[in-house]
């Protein structure tokens, strides 16, 4: 199993930054993609930015060149610099992780950080 734990969230003001922290542990050498989703009041959640299998990045459209998603491998942790932040980034974020243990695959997620963006 993995255990996913995010930190970070918080209330800002429109334009300001946030990071997020998200400390995996357990099976963590298992793991083959790990990133961030969100999810605001009356939506679907939706992909923010993840790291791929391959060591590639994707990130949403709607937060490129806004948000950067990094890793620290000794710590086992992915974080999420939030910069220029707006209303619409209101939302609850949860890290998310694939991979494959023993022969089956897993999809893990945390609790969730919420993420609230006042004018």
């Known amino acids: 199993q993995v255990q996913l734990v995010e930190s970070g969230g918080g209330l800002v003001q429109a334009g300001g930054s946030l990071r997020l922290s998200c400390a995996a542990s357990?099976?963590?050498?298992?793991?083959?993609?790990i990133g961030w989703y969100r999810q605001a009041p009356g939506k679907r959640r939706e992909l923010v930015a993840a790291?791929?299998?391959?060591?590639?990045?994707n990130y949403a459209d709607f937060v490129k060149g806004r948000f950067t998603i990094s890793r620290d491998n000794a710590k086992n942790t992915v974080y999420l610099q939030m910069d220029s932040l707006k209303l619409e980034d209101t939302a609850v974020y949860y890290c998310n992780t694939v991979g494959r243990l023993f022969g089956s695959d897993f999809n893990y997620w945390g609790k969730g950080t919420q993420v609230t963006v006042s004018s």
């Open positions: 790291w791929g299998s391959d060591g590639s990045t």
């Open positions: 357990g099976s963590t050498s298992s793991i083959k993609s």
